[in-house]
């Protein structure tokens, strides 16, 4: 079946615009994040969706940072009034629900690689 | 806070075992997993230690001892397409942290020379 899939692979915008970013997880999964990668960095967490539960948002670097997760499946990620400093590769995972003592990989789509002028 | 800490770089030649180590520091542990990720791929997963000893799928093996707070991937028999960067992460799962949430290191640049 299809992977994880993200859009646009590419983003370039000016300073103080918004953008939104969409991924679409793998079917069935029922886990979702987002994470943001630098140059040369690690990956750096944003925000976990799982099944109905409250989202865990604490990796949002700001308020302008937001994410939904329409029926389950499809995710965006918006970022109002972009800074320079959002310049990164904004990766998204899905995978199947990881219980306490039961771990299941994450599955990384493509990432949206967003510059900001 | 949490940290983990791996090498920046390492080189080795084809044919060669090399060990990349990872030490870590969390408020909550529910394992360690490692992902591997070529320039400008996505990350893609290795394996996974969520108790102490060695784990081996194929070439690749990790190693876990959580008395340590400390885990090491070993790639042997490399090859060229080896070369990539890999990064060990943490399931925290620990105050304020969510079981599905992973902290990754700073990732370490595998190169692989003939």
């Known amino acids: 079946g299809a992977g994880v899939s993200q859009s646009p692979s590419n983003k370039v915008t000016e300073k103080g615009k918004d953008v939104e970013l969409r991924c679409d997880p793998i079917s069935g999964h029922t886990a979702l994040y987002w994470y943001r990668q630098s140059l040369g960095q690690g990956l750096e967490f944003l925000i976990y969706?799982?099944?109905?539960?409250?989202?865990?948002k604490s990796g949002l670097p700001s308020d302008r940072f937001s994410a939904e997760r329409t029926g389950g499946s499809v995710s965006t990620l918006t970022i109002q009034r972009t800074q320079q400093e959002d310049s990164a590769v904004y990766l998204c995972?899905?995978?199947?629900?990881?219980?306490?003592?039961?771990?299941?990989?994450?599955?990384f789509g493509p990432g949206t690689r967003l510059t900001v002028l | 806070g949490q940290s983990l800490e791996q090498p920046s770089e390492v080189t080795a030649v084809e044919g060669a075992i090399v060990q990349i180590n990872c030490t870590y520091q969390t408020s909550g542990f529910y394992g360690l997993s490692w992902y591997q990720q070529h320039d400008g791929g996505a990350p893609t997963f290795l394996s996974y230690n969520a108790l102490d000893g060695l784990e081996e799928t194929g070439r690749f093996s990790s190693f876990l001892s959580r008395s340590d707070s400390y885990g090491y991937l070993l790639l042997q028999e490399l090859q060229m397409k080896d070369s990539a960067s890999y990064f060990c992460a943490v399931r925290d799962g620990g105050r304020g942290s969510t079981l599905g949430r992973l902290y990754f290191g700073r990732g370490t640049q595998l190169t692989v020379w003939p």
């Open positions: 995972a899905s995978s199947l629900r990881s219980e306490r003592y039961d771990y299941n990989e994450q599955f």
């Open positions: 969706f799982q099944g109905n539960s409250a989202p865990d």
